[in-house]
């Protein structure tokens, strides 16, 4: 499955550095999401953008700033994380927009990027 | 708020034997969706059930909504090595919320 892709699919770093987690999606869709998902826990959602423009922050804290450039590509910036924020990080996409009336829509996760925080 | 509790959190067949993963609500779903996420992986979507009742068939899998719509079920026939993975309910619209999972081994 190529639909939603993510890069780097592995990332280890130090409190104090800055990176970023890039998603892409190609499936035409109009909804894109950053979940969390720890050992023994359940995903957790973070983030939905919706045409573009964010509609959700999951109480997130502001060292996680994500970004959404265009409808295919979602980015999210990390700074001074600490280690309990070692995560696999998932990316998805759905073709309605969010807060669209009607049946939940399909979610097509992309591969994830497992974040190691030293 | 709401709560979405999923059982079992682990289960352990041999090959063959039967597999069934409970999703219970404490209040009324409009909707409720399964995914699978094989281990290293990640979550792919199963199906979706709307309708009070409703039963939905894939293969050797089995997807129930309750009548109340506030409990679902995913009954897998004659397990496989190819069933290993975690099993989790989602509900919520886009802004979708996951159950705990129930992580399925099969061993032959």
């Known amino acids: 499955e190529t639909g939603v892709t993510q890069t780097p699919r592995h990332l280890v770093m130090g409190m104090t550095n800055k990176k970023s987690l890039k998603c892409e999606q190609h499936?035409?869709?109009?909804?894109m999401y950053w979940y969390k998902q720890s050992a023994k826990k359940p995903l957790e959602l973070m983030f939905v953008?919706?045409?573009?423009?964010?509609?959700e922050n999951n109480s997130v804290p502001s060292r996680f700033s994500p970004e959404c450039p265009n409808s295919s590509h979602l980015f999210l910036h990390l700074h001074t994380l600490q280690p309990e924020d070692s995560a696999l990080y998932l990316c998805?996409?759905?073709?309605?927009?969010?807060?669209?009336?009607?049946?939940?829509?399909?979610?097509?996760f992309g591969p994830g990027t497992r974040l190691t925080v030293l | 708020g709401q709560q979405v509790m999923q059982i079992p959190q682990y289960q352990h067949v041999q090959e063959g034997e039967d597999f069934t993963t409970y999703c219970n609500s404490s209040?009324?779903?409009?909707?409720i969706q399964w995914y699978k996420q094989r281990p290293g992986g990640h979550p792919v979507f199963l199906i979706q059930?709307?309708?009070?009742?409703e039963v939905k068939k894939q293969k050797r899998l089995t997807f129930q909504f309750g009548e109340a719509k506030k409990n679902s079920s995913l009954h897998i026939t004659a397990t496989q090595t190819t069933d290993v993975g975690t099993y989790f309910c989602?509900?919520?619209?886009?802004?979708?919320?996951f159950g705990t999972g129930t992580q399925l081994k099969v061993e032959l």
């Open positions: 998805a996409s759905s073709q309605k927009p969010a807060g669209t009336s009607g049946s939940t829509d399909t979610q097509y």
């Open positions: 499936l035409g869709h109009n909804a």
């Open positions: 953008y919706s045409l573009e423009e964010r509609v």
């Open positions: 209040t009324t779903l409009s909707n």
């Open positions: 059930l709307v309708k009070s009742g």
């Open positions: 989602a509900y919520g619209g886009n802004k979708l919320t």
